[in-house]
């Protein structure tokens, strides 16, 4: 570690920022190195992605120093980071879907850039930069018709285009296949051994073991034990100074009385999407949904509550057909649906705290002449912001927009707390959310499922669905290729199951 | 600068919290035209100022709904012309006054709900875009009041209709408490409901409110019977101060009704908005068209000047929402 001062491109000191008054960092200090990853890890809320922000432009810092290349660095823009050599891979993407991948791999460019050159050259451009990673796309493509995993790789390109010294990273592997993953941990390699440094944000702790020199972890806003090398820690001891509590058991899965069967869904059929599906719920029971990308898990949930149509098929609740489904009906039965997309789907992300979680039982939260009883919503939204541990400031002025995506999820769910559901379909719930607010998540599935609730939980982690689902389908090609009781439940029967054509 | 928000005063004033730049250029306004303007700060103008925004602030409290879903209501005018050629037909019609009279206020009224019901099916069934709806609309039954009447005015309808405008009631009148009166329940409806919950929750996003099982069309529907209904009562004041059916009546008003509602802070794009800002806008809009006059200023220049204000308005607004 004979690290001299030139080798050192970014260092931070003393970094504060305050979000109205609130500390969200405290006293944050790091360095980086040329050619070195730096893997930052902490729970969602902790204050990652608002670091990442201040040394992107995006976010002023309240006080403390900056220094890259040696030079005092105050970005007041993202365009002063781009301009300093830094480049900024977002978790949510920032390509124009409907252009080409050279396009938009140019498209910052605006008028004095290659934009306005005739399509063919700017192909070849593209093309070069591409073939210098070694990444084999097609440059007249729409990026709309790309995978996730080549998405990411256009924002690379993008990236490297400008000629970045530094590149963040902020979970770049939620949506990726996984070997889409080899091949962006590849490139993360080569750019490393040409001096690019790297800070990499991620939940998914094995691969920041396996990517980074060094970790930091961050919790509430703090480092915790400073900046150390990957070998040199634990990936236990890294999550005991993440949550600042020890998570004996990551999935705590608890023996429930299963009951009557409450959904009975039988041979749905979505031309092209869904080939016949039937899957049974029972109250008690939580029921894991598994399968790749493309096996039909959410366009299935999605059939079943209403929002997608289908073209035929029966649905049963609690021993009724369900003839015409859609999520008023649903809501009356006490049926809850979380989407895979909290932001879209999920929240009203202007509003605040309590409004949010008062939207699903807003039609009982009345008094006389439908005058909305206020006391009754933010005491009723006080319960649940206790009950699920969301962290947040004045609930009744507190913006969803501003909350961390562990919390945000968590609102989602406290939506649906209010209804006491008896059944619950779950999309994704973890999906981007760290290891704290993961475990309260599933300690409050296991609840409802404990209370009589049915729960069908999609996902693509394996290992969570194996932790807390009492029964598994997976899915395949628009199919339930088969279900596993738990006794029978492993990662290879699981993989099997859902590659089966 | 400080921040609008902290200054304490105007969070007491209940429900106008949110239309804070409204009120401060209103303030700032009623006193640089007291002092620079002729004649401007006498009762009698002041107290006309007032009756005659009557109609802009029904205009505007019903575009506030629509726009609180991000929608805007063109048709607005069209009510205000066809109600009015109505109106008149049926009291004009050789009824006796007894009857004629409110049979004609109640299909004043009808018309207003049946072109609100029109947009709103258009728009939640149809899935149109409310700016092509009722912008059809607007010119269907704008051409259909000039159409009945061959572009000419339907005079001498009954005084006691006419008295709709002149009459008064300890000694506010009827336009001031018919203006108020729905100004109330609808802010009663938008602030303190339920169904207000609904429509600013469903105008954020309708994606989520569909979701967690609010009822998005429904809601929507309504809007725009809201927006006809509050359309329909501005055509009868109107109409009552004439005393006579006019087709082309309202039809230069559509700007000013939207100026209105963008100076009370209610965003274009939806969500977010308040009735009490469009009630001071529309307030605002009057008083700037009658000191303008009374110093002579053009008609033109005096558009000119509205639209600078709502500019100004809307970037405060930006610039509030950018800090927040």
């Known amino acids: 570690m004979a690290a001299t001062n030139r080798d050192v491109v970014l260092k931070i000191d003393g970094l504060n920022k305050n979000f109205d008054g609130v500390r969200v960092l405290r006293d944050v200090g790091f360095s980086l190195r040329k050619g070195m990853v730096l893997g930052v890890v902490g729970e969602n809320g902790a204050g990652k992605s608002t670091l990442l922000n201040v040394l992107g432009g995006v976010y002023q810092r309240t006080s403390g120093e900056i220094e890259l290349f040696g030079e005092k660095y105050r970005p007041r823009e993202p365009m002063d980071a781009t301009r300093a050599g830094i480049a900024f891979i977002h978790q949510e993407l920032n390509l124009f879907t409907n252009l080409t991948v050279a396009e938009n791999i140019f498209v910052d460019e605006g008028i004095r850039g290659r934009m306005f050159l005739p399509p063919k050259l700017l192909d070849r451009k593209a093309k070069t930069i591409l073939d210098a990673l070694a990444i084999d796309l097609d440059p007249a493509a729409r990026v709309e018709d790309l995978t996730m995993g080549m998405r990411q790789m256009v924002e690379i390109a993008k990236a490297v285009s400008k000629d970045a010294k530094i590149i963040f990273f902020d979970e770049p592997t939620t949506s990726l296949s996984t070997s889409e993953k080899e091949t962006l941990f590849k490139l993360i390699r080569d750019f490393a051994a040409k001096g690019i440094s790297m800070i990499y944000i991620s939940h998914a702790l094995d691969d920041v073991f396996m990517l980074c020199d060094e970790v930091l972890v961050i919790r509430d806003g703090e480092t915790v034990g400073g900046q150390v090398r990957s070998g040199a820690i634990t990936k236990d001891e890294a999550i005991n100074r993440m949550v600042g509590r020890k998570i004996g058991q990551i999935y705590p899965y608890v023996e429930k009385t299963v009951g009557e069967v409450l959904l009975d869904v039988k041979g749905i059929v979505r031309s092209g999407v869904l080939d016949g599906v039937s899957i049974a719920v029972r109250s008690g029971e939580i029921v894991g949904l598994f399968g790749l990308m493309g096996a039909g898990r959410t366009e299935l949930a999605r059939a079943i509550y209403g929002v997608d149509p289908f073209d035929s098929g029966r649905i049963e609740f609690k021993g009724r057909a369900i003839a015409d489904p859609d999520p008023m009906l649903w809501v009356r039965e006490k049926v809850a649906f979380i989407t895979e997309n909290r932001r879209d789907e999920g929240l009203l992300l202007p509003k605040t705290v309590v409004d949010n979680i008062s939207l699903v039982n807003l039609p009982h939260m009345r008094k006389r002449l439908a005058v909305l009883d206020?006391?009754?919503q933010s005491a009723a939204?006080?319960?649940?912001?206790?009950?699920?541990?969301?962290?947040?400031?004045?609930?009744?002025?507190?913006?969803?927009?501003?909350?961390?995506?562990?919390?945000?999820?968590?609102?989602?769910?406290?939506?649906?707390?209010?209804?006491?559901?008896?059944?619950?379909?779950?999309?994704?719930?973890?999906?981007?959310?760290?290891?704290?607010?993961?475990?309260?998540?599933y300690t409050y599935i296991n609840a409802l499922a404990a209370s009589g609730t049915g729960v069908l939980f999609i996902s693509s982690e394996m290992e969570e669905l194996v932790g807390v689902c009492d029964r598994i389908a997976v899915m395949c090609g628009g199919r339930i290729a088969g279900e596993l009781e738990r006794a029978q439940f492993s990662s290879e029967a699981l993989l099997k199951l859902a590659l089966e054509k | 600068m400080k921040d609008l928000r902290d200054y304490d005063f105007l969070k007491h004033v209940k429900g106008f919290a949110s239309a804070q730049s409204a009120i401060v250029f209103f303030i700032v306004y009623l006193i640089v035209a007291a002092l620079l303007v002729p004649k401007f700060a006498n009762a009698e103008n002041l107290v006309n100022i007032v009756v005659q925004s009557s109609e802009l602030i029904l205009l505007a409290c019903g575009m506030t709904f629509v726009f609180l879903n991000g929608g805007i209501d063109f048709s607005q005018i069209a009510v205000i012309a066809l109600g009015s050629v109505i109106g008149a037909q049926i009291m004009v019609s050789g009824l006796p006054p007894a009857v004629g009279v409110p049979l004609g206020v109640l299909a004043m009224l009808c018309l207003g709900l049946a072109v609100g019901a029109v947009n709103g099916l258009a728009v939640t069934l149809l899935k149109m875009p409310s700016f092509v709806a009722t912008m059809a609309t607007q010119l269907v039954f704008s051409g259909a009041a000039l159409t009945i009447t061959r572009s000419k005015t339907i005079p001498r309808l009954p005084r006691a209709f006419g008295e709709i405008a002149r009459g008064s009631l300890f000694g506010v009148q009827y336009p001031i408490i018919i203006a108020l009166a729905v100004f109330a329940v609808l802010a009663f409806l938008l602030n303190r409901t339920i169904?207000?919950?609904?429509?600013?929750?469903?105008?954020?996003?309708?994606?989520?409110?569909?979701?967690?099982?609010?009822?998005?069309?429904?809601?929507?529907?309504?809007?725009?019977?809201?927006?006809g209904l509050c359309a329909a009562f501005a055509s009868i004041i109107m109409t009552a101060r004439l005393r006579g059916g006019v087709p082309s009546l309202g039809k230069d008003m559509l700007m000013d009704v939207v100026a209105a509602v963008v100076i009370g802070g209610t965003s274009v794009a939806g969500g977010e908005g308040n009735i009490h800002g469009s009630l001071i806008g529309a307030v605002l809009v009057l008083m700037l068209n009658n000191s303008l006059n009374l110093l002579g200023v053009s008609w033109y220049n005096i558009m000119l000047c509205k639209g600078l204000l709502v500019l100004i308005i809307s970037l405060l607004a930006l610039w509030q929402r950018k800090r927040a």
């Open chain 2, 195 to 227: 169904y207000g919950k609904y429509i600013t929750s469903i105008g954020t996003n309708h994606k989520t409110a569909k979701i967690s099982g609010l009822p998005v069309r429904l809601t929507i529907f309504s809007l725009f019977l809201i927006s």
């Open chain 1, 381 to 441: 939204a006080a319960e649940t912001v206790s009950k699920l541990r969301i962290k947040t400031g004045d609930a009744n002025r507190q913006i969803v927009r501003n909350l961390s995506g562990g919390n945000q999820q968590k609102v989602v769910i406290g939506k649906w707390l209010l209804i006491r559901p008896d059944l619950f379909i779950l999309d994704e719930p973890t999906r981007g959310v760290d290891v704290g607010s993961k475990f309260d998540i």
């Open chain 1, 374 to 376: 206020r006391a009754g």
